[in-house]
C-alpha cells in the first residue's frame, strides 16, 4: 500500500454491507456485490474490471433507506484474479449526496 492509500484507509474506515451497485464504464453493468464502503469509496466484486484511472459512474442502491445514489467514480485499483474486484474513488460528490451515504454508513456500521 502506497503512503496515499495508507491515508485513506485511515481517513475513510470501511464498512462490509450486503448491497449492490449498478455501474457504467466501458459497458452497462447491473446488480454489482459491494465488499465494502467508505465516505472515500467503495469496491465492487464484478467480473468485468476496468482499467486502473477510468472514470466510471455508478448507482448505489440503499435499500434501507429507500433511495439511491448516483456518483461518478474513478477507479484506483483492479483485481483481475478472483475473487475479481476494484477500489474505486470517489469523484465530484455533492454535499447531499455525501449526507446520504453518511447516513447509510451510520446504519451499517452498528
Known sequence: MTTEEERRAREFPRYEVSAYVDYTGTEVLLYH???NISLG???IQT???EEVGSIVDLVINF???STSLSVRGEVMWANREPPMDMGIRYI???ETRRETLKQYIARVKK
Request: proline letters at 13%; one cysteine or more; aromatic letters at 0%.
Open 47 to 49: 467480473p468485468s474490471i
Open 41 to 43: 469509496g467503495v469496491c
Open 63 to 65: 435499500p434501507e433507506l
Open 33 to 35: 456485490r459491494i465488499q
Open 92 to 94: 465530484e460528490m455533492d
